[in-house]
């Protein structure tokens, strides 16, 4: 996944580019799928750090976990 595919936004996830890497902001009761993407906590700014080859997976897991969600709270 390329830089250009990554969205702004999946559910409640901001996504930011820091320099070589992938800024992550999220509730935490999703910090463990980014955690499980070999996240790095940056307690300064509040948010995590995701290096890009981990992109594409992070992506299809939160979507994945935000759509359960949404269902979830749907019915």
């Given amino acids: 996944m390329s ?3 990554v969205p702004a936004h999946i559910g409640p996830v901001e ?5 070589t890497w992938l800024a992550v902001r ?3 009761d999703l910090e463990p799928i980014v955690q499980r ?4 906590w940056e307690p300064g ?3 995590w750090l995701v290096e890009r080859r981990r992109v594409g997976p992070l992506v299809r ?3 994945r976990a935000t759509d ?8």
Wanted: proline content about 3%.
């Fill in 15 to 19: 996504f930011s580019e820091f320099s």
């Fill in 61 to 63: 897991n939160l979507r």
């Fill in 37 to 40: 993407a070999g996240g790095i």
């Fill in 45 to 47: 700014s509040r948010r």
């Fill in 3 to 5: 830089h250009t595919d």
């Fill in 68 to 75: 359960l969600d949404e269902e979830g709270r749907a019915a």
């Fill in 26 to 28: 999220c509730p935490t």
